[in-house]
């Protein structure tokens, strides 16, 4: 009867280990994520598993950040970035990758919208967003033009020297920008970089690629 306890109280323990560690994970996730993303390209075990042993990754992420000049490339303070995004329905996917936009893009930017004529509920909401962020503007149009005719008709509305092509699906991480700027700017004959683009599963979409001349086309190969 003794060992038949102290089965049934072992088994409590491990459901509350595992409640314990279930609230964690939700609750971590996005910190987790990144840190994911930083230990590929940048860290070492040891520092993985002592983060998630002390479960202080928020500081930790901060610190490799900001103080690890191999990890985080800066950007000319002259920097400035056209960002151009286009909308076709998917309003919430939208709302979303704007959010993230203004949040962890910290060099001078603005942001163009261009609409492939969604429905009117969707227009509607778009020009109120239009009002709530600075810097953005949105092109409604009236017939939807795809992916390369509606991206060749914002650039036209561009007015700074560098033009940023993200899908409206998109939730990018800090520092994204200058990362990316900073390796347009090492080299005169690099004219653009490629961003790696991770699904939310973890596995990788795609991550830089190779351009090929095709009929006086630049097109993007993997």
Not at 130 to 146: A, D, F, M, P, W
Request: with cysteine; charged share 30%.
């Amino acid at each position: 009867m003794a060992d038949h306890q102290f089965q049934i109280d072992r088994l409590r323990d491990e459901i509350k280990n595992l409640q314990k560690n279930l609230k964690w994970y939700k609750s971590t996730y996005e910190d987790r994520k990144l840190l994911g993303i930083l230990k590929d390209r940048f860290l070492g075990y040891s520092f993985f598993r002592d983060s998630e042993k002390k479960l202080d990754l928020k500081s930790k992420i901060k610190k490799v950040v900001l103080d690890d000049p191999l990890c985080v490339k800066r950007s000319s303070k002259d920097d400035r970035i056209s960002i151009i995004m286009l909308s076709y329905n998917r309003i919430e996917d939208t709302r979303k990758a704007i959010k993230n936009i203004y949040k962890y893009t910290s060099v001078p930017f603005e942001l163009i919208i261009l609409d492939n004529n969604s429905s009117s509920p969707v227009r509607e909401e778009l020009k109120k967003i239009s009002r709530k962020y600075h810097n953005l503007r949105v092109i409604l149009e009236t017939s939807n033009l795809g992916c390369a005719g509606g991206r060749a008709k914002a650039a036209r509305y561009a007015q700074y020297q560098y033009l940023l092509f993200l899908d409206n699906d998109i939730l990018v991480f800090p520092y994204y920008a200058e990362n990316l700027l900073a390796t347009i700017n090492k080299d005169e004959s690099i004219a653009g970089a490629c961003c790696k683009v991770v699904f939310p599963n973890g596995k990788i979409q795609f991550n830089g690629g190779a351009l090929a001349i095709d009929d006086g086309y630049i097109l993007l190969t993997r």
